[in-house]
């Protein structure tokens, strides 16, 4: 593990794959913390899951080879056409994008009331994408808006799901292996709210971790309403996981009593 900016970094050097945490608020950004993004380097590709303001400003002069848009929500896409001219101003290709339906008119629209041509072809998200490093697929989620999480298995037979915004109670993930690393999140503290507005809080979250063999879990999207007071019970989620504590010194909880990472 180690920091950079601000940006705290998760390595798996055997697998060459580094996973960074662009953000962890969900919906808003404020002075000090960004909307969440993920950012997975991967051996010769970088890949990006979901497109904050933070994710353009952070990766301002990195390449990035795909992105994935889990949905139509601002604090998840408002970030892709600053990422799409930071390309064109470095002289970078343009990035492959995966998003739902609706992100091809947001993004034209966007370029064309800039009166600037640039030709995006945005292909629809649930398409599967399979090199010899990786296998993508998705999930549908249950959210407000046509919503999707991701499952990544690695050529060395690692698991990954990064799950977006959703009540995750009813969403069937049949795995017969062990699940590496699951990446959702945990917008409330109240479960009725959660449901109201399809999203998950800490019960949820831990009654999916109790139906899947997860070896490590990390959290994220959560609200700012909760910053002053965000103390979710997580302690009980997976034996010797340490409990989150507040939004200002965020701990990623990995199996064991281990950290993945600190976010302060």
């Known amino acids: 593990m180690k920091q950079q900016r601000g940006i705290f970094i998760l390595q798996q050097i055997l697998l060459k794959m580094r996973f960074t945490c662009l953000g962890i608020a969900g919906g808003f950004v404020s002075a000090d913390q960004n909307t969440q993004s993920y950012f997975l380097e991967f051996n010769n590709s970088n890949l990006l899951f979901d497109a904050s303001e933070g994710a353009a400003i952070s ?8 992105i994935f848009i889990s949905h139509i929500h601002m604090d998840h896409i408002s970030g892709l056409p600053q990422i799409i001219l930071n390309h064109i101003n470095n002289n970078f290709q343009i990035p ?3 998003a739902p339906s609706g992100s091809q008119q947001f993004i034209t629209n966007f370029f064309s009331l800039m ?7 945005i292909i629809q998200i649930d398409t599967i994408l399979q ?7 998705t999930i549908e989620l249950f959210h407000v808006v046509e919503c999707y999480g991701i499952r990544i298995e690695t050529s060395k037979n690692k698991l990954i799901y990064i799950l977006s915004d959703g009540d995750y109670s009813n969403l069937e993930i049949l795995e017969s292996v062990p699940i590496d690393y699951l990446i959702c999140e945990c917008t409330f503290t109240n479960l009725e709210k959660a449901k109201q507005f ?7 979250v831990r ?12 959290i994220g999207h959560f609200s700012l309403r909760l ?5 979710p019970n997580l302690s009980n989620m997976m ?10 010194n965020i701990t990623f909880l990995c199996q064991n009593g281990s950290l993945l990472m600190n976010v302060e």
């Open 131 to 137: 090199n010899i490093d990786y296998k993508i697929s």
């Open 198 to 204: 399809k999203h998950s809080n800490d019960t949820i």
């Open 96 to 98: 492959i994008i995966y």
């Open 115 to 121: 009166n600037l041509e640039v030709n995006i072809n």
């Open 239 to 248: 034996d010797c996981f340490q409990a989150l504590t507040d939004l200002n």
């Open 207 to 218: 009654q999916l971790v109790d139906r899947l063999n997860v070896q490590n879990i990390i």
């Open 59 to 66: 990766l301002n002069n990195i390449s990035i080879d795909t």
């Open 227 to 231: 910053k002053n007071n965000f103390k």
